[in-house]
């Protein structure tokens, strides 16, 4: 083998580091920035020879932008290992970006560091390896198949020197040459960023990984010093109270049969006489932004990152006031939120029959809550249980729910959601709606059946999806240009007669109110509201029940 690579050695070209990397350069923008290329061809609409020269212009100035960073990294030993990496990164990126239309900012990148193997293992599919052995292997091959030129350090030097101004004369020259163009592109199009790759992945990720300015405390900073159950809560004449809160996984209100759709997806919760919310707005596009917020007293508007990962969430102040607090989880975890309270994930061996691949079924939750309710008899603390769920968790949209649900056909059976019909994604999707609409109807009947607790269970979900509109598919784009599916989530909640009661609610009044528009920013205060907790850090404004209180 050795004499066989020493006979076809002379068929290796001989190329300079600097070279090298220009290749690479040229050829990442070139075959690895399509969704790049394809905002700004719709921007410019080249029509004549000026505008083919701008658009030449902007290659111009992407190549040797990534040349001149690259460049610095570079030498005879590190360039292989280097550039193979770069290429790889940039087909792995360029593959999400085009096929799925996700942009890689530093809340992607969050998304992905917290994404635990079985999501992730979801997303490496044929195509992507398919499209890998084309975009990174085979390129990959050339760069290990060059010779790199032995040359002394005093020459390397010097042409290294000479490379790097000619290349800052010729990047200077060029962004003079787009910069009025280039400006008003980013000022209309300022999401563009997020498509240079592979720069919008290693600036993220760098943004991602770096320490906070300053470390974030060692104990988790309390919301409030005055949480404690109102006196009509606490005056010994209703049972005590039980409120469950089901967080759903990208679960989108434009396919919520409740909201109107076309299809009925969710017949079981419409002869509940549930209060249905059809206007509800997420904090965020993606689990580790909403989920943390939802249970901060911060919104969209309000956001603050820092803030909620030093503070506690709304389930320390809802324990401050007495409340026996539980999280149980069905999904990638509570991302901090249940750090202070008891929590625990579902596992295969709890329940074998709705589990399988380490996966669970939703369902799990239901039976998990019913067991909950068995422990807990003669219990007279008030309880909150959050039940997590793994929802409608893409791409692999067929596999969030039993056969027996497979209402809706014919359905997409791949995670390469680019290889079916929209039909196929949607129904899939949809017969995921269908179920969680009988898991949730399966913790209403617990919460109905057993008598020790005045119950409640409120429904809302983390965030949306894309189903393919615009060529957009999952979620997580960055909020100030998502659109509407993966930010309109669907929010449903039931109570019992006792519940009601108990609480002085007026529930003609609730549903009166029901269609006026809500986000999660309302969620904090409503729930302190819905167990009458007192405490200076409630909001009556952001209260939805506010106004239905006698």
């Known amino acids: 083998m050795y004499n066989l690579f020493s006979r076809l050695s002379f068929l290796r070209p001989v190329l300079t580091t600097d070279f090298l990397t220009f290749l690479v350069s040229l050829g990442v923008t070139l075959f690895y920035n399509t969704p790049f290329w394809g905002e700004v061809f719709d921007y410019i609409s080249p029509a004549g020879i000026m505008d083919w020269l701008l658009l030449f212009e902007y290659g111009v100035v992407l190549t040797f932008l990534q040349f001149f960073v690259f460049v610095f990294l570079v030498n005879r ?14 087909a792995a990126v360029n593959f999400y970006t085009s096929h799925y239309g996700v942009y890689f900012n530093t809340d992607m990148v969050n998304n992905v560091l917290q994404t635990d193997t079985k999501e992730a293992g979801e997303l490496f599919t044929w195509g992507f390896l398919g499209y890998m052995i084309v975009y990174a292997a085979i390129p990959s ?3 290990i198949w060059v010779r790199i030129k032995r040359e002394s350090l005093l020459r390397s030097v010097l042409r290294r020197a000479v490379v790097v101004l000619a290349s800052t004369l010729v990047l200077s020259g060029f962004i003079l040459l787009t910069f009025q163009s280039v400006s008003a592109l980013m000022r209309t199009h300022h999401e563009l960023r997020f498509l240079v790759t592979p720069g919008n992945a290693i600036v993220s990720a760098v943004q991602a990984l770096a320490p906070a300015q300053a470390p974030l405390p060692d104990k988790k900073i309390p919301l409030e010093s005055d949480a404690k159950l109102a006196d009509a809560a606490s005056n010994g004449n209703s049972k005590p109270k039980l409120l469950v809160i089901v967080v759903g996984e990208t679960m989108r209100a434009a396919n919520w049969g409740l909201n109107g759709y076309e299809r009925q997806t969710t017949p079981k919760l419409n002869d509940r006489n549930v209060i249905n919310f059809p206007h509800v707005t997420s904090c ?10 939802m249970f901060s007293p911060l919104g969209h508007d309000d956001y603050d990152e820092r803030y909620i990962k030093s503070h506690e969430s709304l389930l320390d ?10 999280w149980i989880d069905n999904q990638s975890g509570c991302k901090g939120v249940c ?34 309710l068995k422990k807990t008899s003669g219990s007279n603390d008030d309880k909150v249980i959050v039940l997590h769920q793994l929802g409608n968790h893409g791409p692999s949209y067929y596999q969030r729910y039993p056969k027996a649900f497979s209402r809706f056909a014919p359905v997409c059976e791949t995670a390469d959601l680019n290889k079916c019909q929209k039909n196929e994604i949607v129904n899939a999707y949809d017969n995921g709606v269908l179920y969680t609409d009988s898991v949730l109807d399966s913790m ?11 119950a ?8 949306g999806e894309s189903l393919g509109e615009n060529g ?8 100030s240009i998502a659109p509407k599916e993966q930010t309109h989530v669907p929010m449903t909640w039931w109570l019992d007669k006792d519940f009601i009661g108990s609480t002085g609610l007026d529930d003609d009044c609730l549903y009166k109110n029901a269609d006026g528009k809500y986000s999660h920013a309302n969620l904090f205060s409503s729930i302190l509201g819905l167990m009458q907790v007192a405490t200076s850090v409630y909001k009556p404004d952001q209260d939805i029940t506010s106004e239905c209180r006698t």
Not at 284 to 293: D, I, K, M, N, R
Not at 472 to 479: A, F, I, K, S, T
């Open 472 to 479: 957009v598919y999952l979620h997580g784009l960055p909020y």
């Open 444 to 454: 209403i009947a617990a919460l109905k059946s057993q008598s020790q607790y005045s």
């Open 339 to 372: 750090e202070g309270v008891k929590n625990e994930t579902l596992s295969q061996q709890g329940f074998p029959g709705l589990c399988a691949s380490g996966r669970c079924y939703d369902e799990a939750l239901a039976e998990r809550l019913k067991d909950e």
């Open 77 to 90: 030993w590190l360039a292989k290992p280097f550039l193979v990496a770069i290429i790889c990164l940039a």
């Open 141 to 143: 091959l050339f760069v």
């Open 317 to 326: 102040v809802l324990k401050h006031a007495g409340i026996d607090v539980e």
């Open 456 to 463: 409640a269970m409120l429904y809302v979900a983390d965030h």
């Open 284 to 293: 965020g596009t993606s689990t580790a932004v909403s989920l943390p917020c």
